[in-house]
């Protein structure tokens, strides 16, 4: 197997749960793996930064009504932090690279653990696959896909399938 020069690029993923959230340690090799896996398959080739929030449906509701003014929880959030002339590593636009580690902060995600298990509950998954789909899916967020249209969505599904099955 030929190993990529991006493959070996150390990423920093901090991962942080509120205390209302019921999280295991074994959530958190998945959710960097995840991410970590996202990273890889879209060949992001500097190191990057992004910041992991767990909560419930509670903390994600409040950050839901803050940032987007809907009053209700949902299952993750994705907080891009550059810009991109189209969806994918190959379209950031002037990557701002912090000067002393010449790192790139990405963004910032938040997933309710709370919903997570509903999900997995209701289509027959385990917590772990749940998870990693969210970590996939907001991680591509930050990445400039979306899926605001029927054809991005089709791009972003079929990106995430891909990876999950990577």
């Given at each position: 197997m030929k190993v990529n020069s991006w493959s070996k690029i150390e990423h920093k993923i901090y991962i942080n749960h509120s205390k209302r959230s019921f999280f295991c340690d074994d959530c958190i090799k998945?959710?960097?793996?995840?991410?970590?896996?996202?990273?890889?398959?879209?060949?992001v080739d500097v190191p990057c930064v992004i910041s992991v929030l767990i909560t419930d449906d509670k903390g994600i509701r409040d950050y839901n009504y803050e940032y987007r003014g809907i009053d209700e929880p949902t299952d993750v959030l994705s907080f891009p932090m550059q810009t991109f002339r189209q969806a994918g590593w190959s379209g950031i636009y002037n990557p701002e690279l912090n000067e002393s580690t010449e790192e790139?902060?990405?963004?910032?995600?938040?997933?309710?653990?709370?919903?997570?298990?509903?999900?997995?509950?209701?289509?027959?998954?385990?917590?772990e696959h749940e998870i990693t789909y969210m970590l996939v899916h907001s991680t591509l967020h930050l990445l400039g896909y979306d899926h605001a249209d029927e054809s991005s969505e089709k791009i972003m599904h079929d990106k995430s399938v891909s990876i999950l099955q990577g």
């Open positions: 998945t959710i960097k793996c995840a991410v970590e896996k996202t990273l890889c398959y879209e060949q790139l902060t990405l963004g910032d995600i938040i997933v309710s653990i709370e919903t997570v298990k509903r999900h997995a509950i209701e289509y027959g998954n385990t917590i």
